[in-house]
C-alpha cells in the first residue's frame, strides 16, 4: 500500500510569488502553472496527507516524520 503526500503551497497567491521571484517563468508559463496548481489542489483531499510548504525546513522535517510513522506502521 503506497503512501500519497500532496505537497502545497499556502496558497496560489504564495506560490505565484514564488514562481515570480525565481524569474524563471514566462508570464504564459507562470500562468500554465498557476492554472495546473489551481486544478491539482481540487484533489488534495484524495491523498493520504497534505503536506504545506510554507517553511522548507519545517516541510522537511514533516515530511520525515509523515514517511516514518508510515514505515513503522506497515
Do not use: H
Request: charge should be negative.
Amino acid at each position: 500500500q503506497p503512501l500519497a503526500i500532496f505537497v502545497q503551497a499556502g496558497s496560489l497567491k504564495v506560490l505565484q510569488e514564488r514562481l515570480t521571484n525565481r524569474n524563471t517563468e514566462t508570464p504564459e508559463k507562470l500562468q500554465m502553472r498557476l492554472d495546473k496548481a489551481a486544478s491539482e489542489m481540487q484533489y488534495a483531499q484524495d491523498f493520504d496527507y497534505i503536506l504545506l510548504n510554507d517553511d522548507l525546513k519545517t516541510a522537511k522535517q514533516t515530511a520525515v516524520e509523515v514517511v516514518g510513522d508510515f514505515i513503522r506502521k506497515a
